[in-house]
């Protein structure tokens, strides 16, 4: 605990104030009831005063051990390191007390799981004027929150947090989806058209349904055409102009369509090997 606290203290004294909710002052008044300094530290963490929250549930663990305040405790710990923007030392308090309190309430209905998610998804770097884009830099840690988040809507679909985090994988996908389309039009513009290929076949495969569809779907026909694959660019266009009839992508795909030659129809099957005869004698 008073690492943590050292290390709270360093972020919300050391750091901009908004980072910790600008209220914070670390005053405590602790009471005699374990129940009473749980309501303070709620209190504390609805001011967004981190550190007060802490000290007050602290306090419970270690003078009331054996009540049962002290295991909400341990939770209500979690939420103030997430609070506090310390979200790997969240992730672990969230599994841990996960672990150890498997059949609690908090974690059956997914509260501690979704929130692991959600600090994943917290830690993700924004974008700043002076750096490149989010969608240009390395994508593992953002690979690491959409896993994390679909592994709990498979394991808690009727969460009450199951809403917010479909909101969250939707936010993570378009990054994602963002990153392949950058890729790919990095190779495209480099004169590399089959990694454009295989960057927009990932898009598409992935995260379909973002908002990068139709442009990817005519990139796509235009990289085949590239590496001498008129059939795939034939099929790309046909998708594009059949899915999205409207968009001004679709009227591209057409006019290219009207001078691809028509695709190569598929070898017929072979006929199946007849059966020989049976050797005389046999039935």
């Known amino acids: 605990m008073r690492w943590f606290l050292l290390a709270l203290l360093a972020v919300c004294l050391g750091g901009p104030a908004a980072a910790c909710g600008g209220k914070t002052t670390g005053a405590v008044d602790y009471s005699v009831s374990a129940q009473r300094n749980y309501e303070k530290g709620l209190k504390e963490l609805e001011h ?17 051990p054996y ?9 209500r710990l ?46 993700l770097p924004g974008d700043f004027w002076l750096l490149p884009p989010s969608y240009e830099k390395d994508q593992s840690a953002t690979e690491d929150a959409q896993d994390e988040l679909r592994r709990f809507l498979e394991q808690f679909p009727d969460s009450p947090y199951a809403k ?40 598409l495969e992935r995260y379909a349904g973002v908002g990068y569809d139709e442009e990817a779907l005519w990139l796509l026909g235009r990289a085949y055409l590239s590496v001498d694959m008129p059939d795939r660019a034939h099929q790309s266009w046909t998708e594009l102009v059949t899915k999205y009839p409207q968009s001004g992508r679709a009227g591209d795909a057409r006019a290219a369509l009207a001078k691809l030659p028509a695709p190569k129809a598929a070898p017929p099957a072979a006929p199946a090997p007849a059966t020989p005869p049976p050797p005389a004698g046999e039935p």
């Open 48 to 64: 967004k005063d981190w550190i007060a929250a802490a000290k007050y549930f602290a306090f419970i663990k270690s003078r009331f």
């Open 78 to 123: 979690a939420d103030a390191e997430f609070g506090a923007e310390q979200y790997l030392e969240a992730i672990d308090s969230y599994k841990l007390f996960a672990k150890f309190h498997p059949t609690h309430e908090m974690v059956v209905n997914g509260y501690t799981s979704f929130r692991v998610g959600e600090a994943y998804f917290k830690m």
């Open 164 to 203: 917010r985090a479909q909101e969250i994988v939707a936010k993570v996908g378009k990054r994602l989806a963002a990153h392949e389309w950058y890729v790919a039009r990095y190779y495209w513009d480099r004169g590399k058209p089959m990694g454009t290929v295989l960057r927009l076949r990932r898009l």
């Open 67 to 75: 009540s049962r305040y002290a295991v909400l405790a341990e939770l």
